[in-house]
């Protein structure tokens, strides 16, 4: 395994990441257990989670991810063994549920890593991120900003000075954010420097072969600033493993369960630059999934590469490209499949 400093912080993380949102949805607590029992033993010292999971968001299985990793602590104590992020959730519909409403201010994110802390059985998380910004601006697919008439949010100044007691309270060591614009991290960044409040050291933002959009104003600003990136969808929901577009018939497969709600990567563009990355792999005799991580791994600006799987087996492949350097050649050639269909699923 590979480890890398995030940031500004003294986190020394592995460079894969174990994604944790299918738990408690997609996969029970054991198996929850043998992906955490393996990652560890393979050299993963990193999980992410958020009080949001599992996916898709329900009101009935809100928190069991975190529910079954403190489960995992206690059984097994091995919470100094692990470099935990978890995330507080912004307003959104589809979790309004959660609070009557998620809000980013004071009363809202107190609560939030209370709830978080109880479940995951700690008195401390490693990284505090914010899932989503509160203000209406593009994330989640979203590429071009439309001008809100009017704008309630949570101003980021209430945000921050939360987060900079909860650091203060020995609750948090570190923030980051997700799903966030270069405007947004700027503002971060300006307010932490004003006010000697907490820098931010990560985000994480969705990056793979589908959608590199963060190449095109993030990751300039981050490398300047010393912000590291959180790859997340690192495989589009599994497309890039080829297996969709060869018709799939898992019936756990995510897009087989909920195809309707999770689109985002299965466009026509998409499925063409899909077809056309597989086939570049299976030309060099490499896997599809090992080969678009094993891209991903190589970037400089990446901090941790997020992997999920909702089978050991998907894990054991996933975390076995830290073991796989692409020649130039098939750089270069995932490059021209690039420029001739750039990001297809934003």
Not at 110 to 129: E, G, M, N, P, V
Not at 211 to 226: P, Y
Not at 258 to 279: C, F, L, P, Q, S
Not at 316 to 329: A, C, G
């Amino acid at each position: 395994m590979l480890y890398k400093t995030l940031g500004t912080s003294d986190l020394k993380v592995s460079r894969i990441c174990l994604g944790t949102m299918t738990w408690g949805e997609q996969n029970t607590q054991a198996e929850g257990f043998s992906q955490m029992d393996y990652a560890v033993e393979r050299g993963i010292n990193f999980f992410d989670c958020a009080e949001m999971y599992p996916v898709p968001p329900r009101a009935e299985t809100q928190g069991s991810t975190e529910t079954i990793i403190g489960h995992w602590f206690k059984e097994r104590g091995t919470r100094d063994q692990v470099i935990l992020a978890t995330k507080v959730s912004g307003p959104a519909a589809f979790v309004d549920y959660l609070r009557e409403g998620p809000q980013l201010n004071a009363q809202h994110i107190h609560q939030a890593i209370d709830d978080s802390l109880k479940r995951l059985q700690t008195d401390y998380i490693d990284l505090y991120q914010v899932h989503w910004p509160a203000r209406p601006t593009n994330f989640f697919g979203q590429l071009s900003y439309i001008y809100p008439e009017n704008d309630n949010s949570t101003a980021i100044e209430e945000t921050l000075a939360v987060l900079h007691e909860l650091v203060d309270a020995g609750k948090i060591r570190y923030i980051g954010l997700s799903n966030e614009t270069p405007w947004g991290v700027h503002r971060y960044l300006e307010l932490a420097k004003e006010n000697s409040w907490p820098r931010i050291v990560s985000i994480q933002n969705p990056y793979n072969l589908l959608n590199r959009s963060f190449e095109i104003g993030l990751s300039e600003f981050t490398h300047h600033e010393q912000v590291d990136l959180l790859a997340y969808s690192p495989l589009a929901f599994g497309v890039l493993s080829g297996k969709y577009i060869e018709n799939c018939s898992e019936p756990g497969a995510r897009l087989n369960l909920w195809g309707e709600r999770y689109g985002r990567y299965t466009n026509e563009r998409g499925i063409e630059a899909t077809r056309a990355y597989v086939k570049l792999a299976r030309d060099h005799g490499l896997s599809p999934t090992q080969m678009s991580l094993a891209f991903i791994n190589s970037r400089p600006f990446l901090g941790a590469n997020i992997i999920g799987a909702s089978t050991l087996e998907q894990l054991k492949e996933n975390i076995e490209s830290i073991q796989l350097s692409l020649t130039e050649d098939v750089i270069n050639q995932i490059e021209a499949i690039h420029l001739q269909n750039p990001n297809p699923c934003p």
